[in-house]
């Protein structure tokens, strides 16, 4: 019921398309708040606002096409006042509710909706996570022992009802319950994890060990695993193997915050508590895992309601609050994010990197003056941070402001080097993109070597550096081989292969740079430079009808105004007759061009 649930709420998005071609009859209620865009719809409502019945449905079915949860669970809440005994808008408004946090409100629905279907999962799931943070475990364990129809469901309970075990004080019985997880291999993983929560928190350290150490066997790469691990060993005395582990870590996990503040309380000698310090937080982190998973195969709604469910068993979830945002970022909610991030308090160790991203989705929100003020704020408290400037860089580079984000970036590697940290592959790249834009060539060339000598297989460098050089006639075997290797690491990238696709053009090899072009526009019909390369291509073998097309297309993308002009031209003009080729074929071996 669980699933058939979610998917009744996100059914209600097909009848968008419905709802678009009636919203010009809608009440004018309705029109403003659509004409007011989507930051005036997540601001804060009351149901003083009035709003009619169709108002409400037709605004409502907007929101869950667009994710708004706050504006769905608002409109759900007004049609409910209208039409309380409608079964399907009480289902809807339930998962709005859910999705949007309002936890109390949900399960008042829950309850009404076990009424009406004594087996329905999610309503008695989210009713057993209320029993289990009122320490009701009893209740618990009956609403949750009535089953799941499906994987996840049956998972899920079973999972809680192990936490509602352990809350009675059973966690032989609770471990037990848990072993009951069979099947996928991901089972193995969250069974033992769980288990091993559940031994530790009931002091069975010789069992709590086996099975942390047998789920980081299975993903030692898991952030949870490992710190649960690490903390585990630090806390029964061996602080060295403890340690060991945090230093065996790639660079890019040692940089996570929870792992690198774990890591130095280690090293200091400072007391390390338990991962998991109750059964709250204990279901808290199951419905955390589970949420992750369902993150893995798409499922955002349930994501969602999982990771809401978890914060209303443990407030202070920091990675189900930065999940949460993530989902909402992906969602293109920027606000909804932002909203959370707020909430962090600034002692957590992820406060730095939520500031990060706040800022981030501040520039996407269109307030650029309080990224940009936020940053340096940071930047200030901050002064060794080179994550701080690298933003800074990756927010003027989004403005295609080159000049002040290759200073940006400039600050950032300065301050990596001050620091002693290695700088990644990518702060090379992207000060090599600015430094390239700004017409610093040397610079921009030897950034992008640094970042291959650091990462040699880098599709997205090869990419541009090989492109770069094709463009300017240089080093043109080695440009050659790096777009080949390119194009070979990423077949499906439209732009990798429109960058191979064109240097055969600069060669006058037109119908090689053909059968690349075309397929570029497969995989990116919507990019405006492809267009016009495939047009300039089109116009080359004598197919110029068809050039004229990619051309308006191209001009119809909204391109580069630079490239508008250029393309203006050739939709007026075409191309000059002269084809000679800007490099001659015979100045690089390019073998079959496959």
């Not at 150490?213 to 710190?227: E, G, K, L, N, S």
Request: charged share 25%; hydrophobic share 40%; net charge neutral.
């Amino acid at each position: 019921m669980f699933r058939s649930s979610v998917a009744a709420f996100k059914a209600a998005s097909t009848a968008c398309t419905l709802a678009v071609a009636l919203v010009l009859c809608a009440p004018a209620d309705v029109m403003a708040t659509q004409t007011n865009g989507a930051s005036n719809s997540r601001q804060d409502r009351t149901v003083k606002e009035k709003s009619t019945l169709s108002g409400s449905y037709l605004a409502s079915l907007i929101a869950v096409a667009d994710h708004d949860t706050a504006a769905a669970a608002f409109y759900y809440r007004n049609l409910l006042v209208h039409d309380p005994r409608n079964n399907d808008l009480v289902e809807r408004a339930f998962i709005a509710y859910l999705a949007d946090g309002d936890i109390a409100s949900a399960s008042g629905l829950a309850e009404r909706m076990l009424v009406r279907d004594p087996g329905n999962s999610l309503s008695q799931l989210v009713l057993g996570v209320r029993a289990l943070g009122s320490k009701q475990y009893d209740k618990a364990k009956s609403l949750l022992n009535r089953g799941g129809r499906g994987r996840q469901a049956d998972v899920t309970a079973t999972l809680l009802y192990a936490w509602a075990q352990a809350g009675s004080g059973q966690f032989k019985q609770a471990i037990e319950t848990v072993d009951r997880l069979k099947g996928e291999d991901s089972f193995a993983i969250i069974r033992d994890l769980n288990a091993g929560f559940m031994a530790d928190l009931g002091g069975m350290n010789e069992e709590a060990e086996r099975r942390y150490r047998a789920a980081y066997q299975a993903d030692p790469r898991t952030m949870r695993i490992v710190d649960a691990l690490g903390r585990f060993l630090a806390r029964t005395g061996r602080t060295q193997e403890a340690a060991a582990i945090y230093d065996g870590l790639d660079k890019g996990m040692r940089r996570n915050p929870l792992l690198a503040d774990s890591s130095k309380a280690v090293k200091s000698g400072l007391p390390v508590t338990r991962s998991i310090a109750s059964v709250k937080t204990g279901a808290a982190e199951a419905l955390y895992g589970l949420a992750m998973a369902g993150g893995r195969d798409g499922d955002e709604t349930a994501s969602l309601i999982y990771l809401r469910l978890a914060l209303s068993l443990d407030s202070e979830h920091e990675l189900a609050v930065v999940a949460l945002c993530d989902i909402y970022e992906r969602l293109k909610s920027p606000q909804e994010a932002n909203k959370l991030y707020d909430t962090m308090p600034a002692s957590t160790p992820f406060y730095r990197t939520a500031q990060l991203q706040k800022a981030l989705n501040l520039e996407q929100m269109g307030e650029g003056d309080k990224a940009v003020a936020l940053l340096e704020t940071l930047a200030r408290d901050n002064p060794k941070d080179y994550e701080v400037p690298s933003t800074l860089g990756t927010l003027y580079r989004s403005r295609k402001d080159f000049a002040k984000a290759a200073e940006a970036y400039d600050k950032a590697v300065a301050a990596a080097s001050a620091n002693g940290d290695e700088v990644s592959w990518s702060l090379y790249y992207f000060r090599g993109i600015a430094n390239e834009r700004i017409k610093q060539w040397p610079k921009a060339e030897k950034d992008f070597r640094q970042a291959l000598a650091l990462q040699p297989d880098q599709a997205l460098v090869l990419n541009y550096l090989g492109y770069s050089w094709v463009d300017q006639g240089m080093n043109l075997d080695e440009a050659f081989d790096m777009l080949r290797k390119a194009v070979e690491q990423r077949p499906r990238d439209g732009y990798i292969v429109d960058s191979l696709g064109w240097a055969f053009y600069r060669l006058g090899r037109y119908e090689e740079a053909l059968r690349f072009l075309e397929r570029a526009l497969e995989l990116r019909a919507s990019d405006p430079t492809i267009n016009d390369h495939l047009g300039d291509i089109y116009w080359r073998v004598g197919r110029k009808i068809e050039a004229g097309f990619q051309w308006n297309h191209a001009r119809d993308l909204k391109p580069e105004p630079d490239d508008l002009v250029e393309i203006l031209k050739k939709i007026e003009h075409g191309l000059p007759d002269e084809v000679k080729p800007i490099i001659p074929p015979a100045a690089v071996k390019t073998g079959n061009g496959g």
